[in-house]
């Protein structure tokens, strides 16, 4: 019996620490909603892109017309202008998070900077330039990665990612990601399936009890 407690507690504690790190966005590399084609342009109030709703002058969704950095679609945050793109998570109070995003820009505007804005509700935003250089193209967007931190101030977080760019050739982003971070506290409630891992294994804690009792009582 010991043996089996002492391996429940270890696979719960492994199942824990991997829930605690587990991916909070829905669908962060933009793969699941409408069909873009090779892109289609989300306006104001849009919930095609599943998961995000569109702001600002609207965002381009992104599917053949470039290369994606995970998958097969992304976003330029700039339509006809500077768009935005936001998602409600949940979050732990004073926990703290790390945000992870990839960036590249639209390569039919020219060389130069594209700027974008990423905030959480609660924190100041932070502002990011991309470089658009002689080698990017759409079959090389050249993405490169970002993070940084927050520490939330409540149950549910706003993440959003803004264009600061006035034209239609924005900053793209995708595979976005957040997960808790090392220095954060507080605690993260397991996934639903990692509950019924850690109930299978009390289950057994309890049928081998009930075992060991009545072979001591046979006996």
């Known amino acids: 019996m010991n043996r089996v407690i002492r391996a429940v507690a270890v696979i719960g504690a492994g199942l824990m620490a991997v829930s605690a790190n587990a991916a909070i966005i829905t669908n962060g590399s933009f793969e ?53 793109l936001s998602q409600t998570i949940a979050t732990v109070a004073g926990t703290t998070y790390t945000v992870t995003f990839d960036v590249s820009g639209n390569p039919d505007g020219g060389l130069g900077n594209k700027v974008l804005v990423s905030s959480i509700s609660g924190s100041l935003p932070n502002v990011i330039s991309y470089e658009i250089t002689p080698g990017n193209s759409r ?38 990601s957040i997960v808790t971070s090392g220095g954060g506290g507080g605690a993260t409630v397991p996934e639903p399936s990692v509950w019924a891992m850690l109930l299978i294994g009390f289950g057994a804690v309890g ?13």
Do not use: C
């Open 207 to 219: 049928f081998a009890a009930r075992a060991r009792k009545g072979h001591q009582v046979n006996a």
């Open 32 to 84: 699941l909603g409408t069909d873009p084609g090779v892109f289609s342009t989300e306006n104001v109030g849009s919930t095609a892109i599943t998961g995000w709703t569109v702001g600002g002058f609207g965002v381009d969704y992104i599917g053949s017309y470039w290369q994606a950095s995970d998958g097969v679609r992304s976003i330029d945050l700039s339509a006809l202008s500077s768009g935005s």
């Open 139 to 176: 079959s090389n967007m050249n993405w490169l990665t970002y993070s940084y931190d927050f520490t939330a101030f409540s149950n549910t977080s706003v993440l959003t990612f803004a264009s600061a760019e006035f034209s239609p050739f924005g900053p793209a982003i995708d595979n976005v």
